[in-house]
């Protein structure tokens, strides 16, 4: 008989130990810098020291943490599934974080446009969406949100370096609005 979700016999998963530890860890870092971050001063009340409430939060912290730590290493023996391929699941997050950056480094380079174009088309063919058609509206609706932040919002968003070599009246057009 499989044991229903309760607020006391909670659901594990197979990477449950990894993210228990890093939040005891976390908390004990906090603990360690207690001292160096906060004061004590003579002559104030227990409730009214600079202190009080924040060494109460992270012993809370630390004493839940332990807790749900200890939890997690009994249940380990029993574990039924993969911790790495829980890990790597929760890994493959960062592909965006590093789409984005690649995007925020790219921008200054070719321009606001041809990068947001470029992205998108990108995006759209790294989800799944491959025929023309869809590859269209993901281009269409990047240009579409280029001049909704250029025009409408009047977001200032440098122009690319390789704006610098086209002809100077066609330059300043793209500076401009694109």
Not at 144 to 168: C, H, N, S, W
């Amino acid at each position: 008989m499989k044991v229903k979700d309760t607020p006391f016999i909670p659901r594990r998963v197979p990477g449950d130990i990894v993210f228990a530890g890093v939040a005891l860890a976390f908390a004990l870092f906090l603990l360690s810098r207690l001292g160096s971050e906060t004061t004590w001063v003579k002559d104030l009340s227990l409730g009214s020291q600079p202190r009080f409430w924040p060494a109460v939060s992270i012993f809370g912290m630390v004493f839940f943490g332990l807790i749900y730590f200890i939890g997690s290493l009994r249940h380990l023996a029993k574990q039924e599934g993969n911790v790495g391929k829980e890990i790597l699941f929760w890994l493959r997050s960062l592909e965006f974080t590093i789409w984005f950056m690649a995007y925020v480094f790219i921008t200054p380079v070719i321009g606001y446009l041809f990068s947001s174009i470029l992205f998108c088309v990108l995006l759209a063919t790294r989800v799944g969406y491959r025929s023309i058609g869809s590859l269209m509206v993901a281009a269409g609706l990047s240009v579409a949100i280029v001049l909704l932040f250029k025009t409408f919002l009047q977001v200032r968003i440098p122009g690319g370096i390789v704006y610098e070599y086209l002809p100077d009246g066609i330059r300043n057009f793209m500076i401009m609005n694109f």
